[in-house]
């Protein structure tokens, strides 16, 4: 034994190389795929609230921690099988097998990932992603209420808070140039001033809640219950002093929102008697148990990889690859619907979110004993087996090619 220890120490640094590569590689284009789907409705979101496109990248960060948290345990588990199924193709792992290593020996490597990246994906699902959560909201408001700013739409009447309507005819370099003014505002005591010009510009002041606005070349018309008559005035250079809105203030994170709340406040929210409604509490068990569950899913995952990564004998279907996508994203799918549930009433915290880990841990371990403690046992053999009859069924179903007639040769065709 001591004599094949060097050779165990390269195949570990082979194997941990060849999970890298995929890991890394999926993890990447997992979230750049959500981040790109995600990126096109925010453009026009934006747009549509007439905030700065600067703000989509700021928006799009903060949606990076929840698709890391999906990503990382799909990244994982594609890392290990494409690993183990290499090994398994090119008959290196029949080699191993054979001089006495097992499969719990070769799982050091995948698990020697599975301990960081699940404690990683723990601070993600349990602080990052709270936070997160809660600053892209934020966003959201600011672009709302118009804390971002708005931008001011040429050709059309712009209503800047309640007192301020402009129109802008033509914009040049930047918004910085601004020409063919229109601009009434109201000072909410019966004042109005109404004016045109063909140029103007955005000034700041020292006051915060004020702003210059400029103009240059036009005339101004200014109405008010103390004047007899309006009056008017032509100008070369006019300072018009603008308000601006009043902004409302963002909520508190957290309070309602249990998906802003970290992993240690939502347990002295659900169990730990803090002050909540009863909605409240059950909200709070059922985040809580949800980011747990989804944490420890990860330890079960080297073997969910393993018991699919090895194809029957002279087969080099791919078929074990879409079924571990598939079982990963379906069981998060059943975790969101008994967290919803859970949160709604409808069912303990616990039996909707432990039992289906205790049901898919039994069933993953049980692929895992067949492969490796039941001679030439193949967990994925079954299934390939039914694919197998479908596609024969489904090829015996197509019409066959018509054969050619006796006698006659078949007109050639001119290449």
Known sequence: ???????LRLVDSYLARSIAVPLIGTLVLAAMLLLLDKMLRLFQYVVDAGGPVSVVWRMLANLLPEYLSLGIPIGLMLGILLAFRKLALSSELDALRGIGVGYGRLLRVPYGYTVPLAIINLLIVGYLQPYTEYKYENLRFDLKSGALGAAIKVGEFNQLGRRLTLRIERSEKNGTQLHGIFVETEDGKGMSVAATAQHGRFLATDDPDTILFRLIQGRLVQQSPRFTTPRTLAFEVY????SLPAIDQFRRRGGAESDELYLHELWRMGYGGGPATRHQQLEAQAHFNFRLVEVLMMF????????????PK??????????????????HKVNQYGQQAAANGQINPILALWVPLVLFAGIIFWMYHVLAHHPGGQPIGALERFFAKVARVARSMLPKPKAPAEGLNPVPTRP
């Open 1 to 7: 034994m001591p004599a094949i220890l060097p050779r």
């Open 239 to 242: 300072d018009l002093p603008v």
């Open 300 to 311: 079960i995952l080297p073997l969910l990889a393993v018991a699919l990564a090895v194809p």
């Open 314 to 331: 002279r087969s080099t279907s791919g078929l074990g690859i879409f079924i571990a996508i598939l079982v990963v994203v379906a069981y």
